[in-house]
């Protein structure tokens, strides 16, 4: 079907907003559940490592697999995700009630344990993360009881919070970390709508629906982020119906 260039604006529109919150509620009216939504893009990501790549399409990808603590809203305002409450106990301590009976896609369980490890892996591991560098002073973590975790700054710093809701702090399963080893950011594990599938290297990724999520369930059963590098082709693609959205599109395009 021959596409209007309106109709194509909205798209790319859609898929700079959407393509890391894939998800979208079944409340949406008039959507229906099931099919695959095909996503182009130029380039592979480096790495589905939440805690250690932070460039567009490695996060186009992970922020749907794995999920921060607390992530912003459409307003910019702190909501939780898996955390329920936060209470700043000092300048520098922050304490995080946890959701409980959350799973990750390997069926062991999210908690206080599972965060410390995560905050303690993206700050303090050697060579740094990326994201170390860009969060801020971030001491580490301490596990009060198995839905209770304190993090802890170096120094008072306000933009704690924030910092905590970026998709690269998104937090990972401890055991496949340990079972994956340095190929962990060939198979992310986390506790999002989605789990991942497959990487098939400069071709695409594919993540599915997780049916067991806490939350709302996602729409479609299936999102396949393809590597399309040349920018005719990737609006050709949309255009055509071969992709549903695309990431990064040529200006003249739009």
Known sequence: MKMSKRAMRVLVACALALAATVWVSAAVAGEKRGGTLTIVRPTDPVSLDSNLETTGPGAWVYYNITEPLLVLDEQGKLTARLATSWQQLSPTKIRFKLRPNVKFHDGTPLNADAVKFTIDRAFN?????????????????????ALTVDIVTKEPYGPALRSLAMAYVGIVSPAAVQKHGENYGRNPVGTGPFKFVEWRTNTSITIERNNEYWGDKALVDRVVFKVVPEEGARMIALRTGEADMVLIPSPAEL
Do not use: N
């Not at 591991?125 to 009881?145: H, I, M, N, T, Y």
């Open 125 to 145: 591991q050697k060579p740094g993360a990326r994201w170390a560098s860009l969060a801020g002073p971030f001491a580490g973590a301490e596990v009060v009881d």
